[in-house]
């Protein structure tokens, strides 16, 4: 199965729940307004699948409040799909649900579990066209990366741990990728990304780095104008998403899918 860190003929997602405004948050700026979120979930899709993909998505999991975030208990690349340890103890119940999806999708002998000890959440998780970008976090740390990186290994991708401000929740809060050779970041992070073209996110716009490059758009958050004239002055073809309710409880635009390719 060939592999690449743009194009992809797949997605996974989970409508958000009535118990959405349940979910962890580092600040309280409000919960989310279901009804609003759940129209913008259904653009979200609407959106993957008018790149020509096929989008599965499942059902909400109430008693999962962030369970709308399939991002985190999963990692999807090469035609395996990964369940991981997720960081939060609250999110641990999601790895079930997220086999359960995934499983039929894949095939059973496509679906393997991360070895216990050690944790590790997919918004932590950049893969590119030959490595997967590991940043440690308090959801991510050393144990859990040194039982992914046999995986990676095996499927023929390069792992490699970046370092990562403690002040960021997920590495890909901070990060998204624009093409093979590009990443998008905020500038604590513009360092991080040696081998690679960096473009700087704007000042004042910081959650926009949480986009996503999805075969030929790049998704980003609708709240940041700058950041959509910037990368359409760059020559990439962008398309806004209405993010504000994922936000409230700092969900990016990356965080609700899974996205990955499988043979038509």
């Not at 743009?6 to 279901?34: K, M, N, W, Y």
């Amino acid at each position: 199965m060939g592999h690449s860190s743009c194009h992809f003929t797949h997605a996974f997602c989970r409508q958000p729940g009535e118990s959405v405004a349940r979910g962890l948050r580092a600040a309280d700026v409000g919960d989310p307004d279901i009804g609003r979120f759940r129209q913008a979930h259904a653009s979200y899709v609407a959106a993957l699948e008018r790149t020509g993909a096929t989008v599965v998505v499942a059902e909400p999991l109430e008693a999962f409040p962030d369970s709308v975030f399939v991002e985190d208990p999963a990692l999807c690349v090469a035609g395996m799909a990964i369940i991981l340890r997720p960081g939060a103890e609250s999110r641990f119940g999601e790895r079930e649900a997220a086999r359960e999806a995934l499983t039929p999708i894949f095939g059973a002998e496509h679906v393997i579990d991360l070895p216990e000890g050690g944790i590790v959440d997919g918004g932590d998780i950049m893969v590119t066209e030959s490595e997967v970008l590991v940043g440690l976090s308090a959801r991510t740390d050393e144990a859990g990366v040194a039982s992914l990186r046999p995986i990676v290994e095996e499927l023929g991708l390069k792992l490699r741990i970046l370092d990562m401000p403690d002040t960021i929740l997920h590495f890909k809060t901070g990060c998204g990728l624009l093409d093979e050779e590009t990443v998008f970041a905020i500038p604590q992070l513009t360092q991080s990304f040696a081998g690679y073209r960096v473009i700087e996110c704007p000042v004042g716009e910081e959650a926009a780095a949480n986009l996503i490059r999805f075969n030929d758009k790049v998704f980003v958050s609708a709240a940041y104008s700058r950041t959509q004239d910037l990368l359409t002055s760059m020559g990439y073809d962008v398309s806004a998403i209405d993010n504000r309710e994922a936000e409230k409880i700092d969900g990016g635009l990356s965080c609700m899918s899974l996205r990955f390719s499988l043979p038509r």
